[in-house]
């Protein structure tokens, strides 16, 4: 109940707002997943291949300007075991591969490479459902 926590009238609040947890889980699903959420400044990716990385409440994000000029936000994980796929906080690259099992990606979120595919995975991976998720 936010108006035992909040005294709009007096400008004051509870101090557990800023440590408990249930509040903060509230918030993540009733504030910041409901709304739009600044991923970065259009600034830090002017040119195609540009990237930055962010928060977006608890999720690493990956922004990528297109080749096109349009802007893509993906989750920044490897969509094969999760593993965190860009440690960089901006820059240009070409794609990012996975330091875990090596998958690979392009500039567009596809899922481009896996070493060993055929031996491992006996030509049955759909790469177009294993892309960085948006």
């Known amino acids: 109940d936010v108006e035992s926590l909040v005294d709009v009238r007096n400008g004051t609040q509870k101090k557990r707002i800023f440590w408990d947890q249930q509040i903060y889980e509230l918030e993540i699903e009733r504030i910041f997943g409901r709304c739009?959420?600044?991923?970065t400044h259009d600034?830090?990716?002017p040119n195609p291949n540009d990237f930055a990385t962010g928060?977006?409440?608890?999720d690493e994000v990956l922004v990528i300007r297109q080749e096109d000029g349009s802007v893509k936000a993906f989750l920044n994980y490897c969509s094969h075991r999760g593993a965190r796929?860009?440690?960089?906080e901006v820059g240009n690259a070409r794609g990012f591969t996975?330091?875990?099992h090596g998958w690979?990606?392009?500039?567009d979120g596809a899922l481009k490479a896996v070493p060993f595919e055929k031996e491992l995975y006996s030509g049955c991976l759909n790469k177009e459902k294993l892309g960085l998720r948006e």
């Open 55 to 58: 928060y977006m409440a608890e």
């Open 43 to 45: 600034s830090l990716i």
């Open 85 to 88: 796929l860009c440690a960089g």
């Open 104 to 107: 690979s990606y392009g500039m």
């Open 98 to 100: 996975c330091t875990y």
């Open 36 to 39: 739009w959420q600044f991923l």
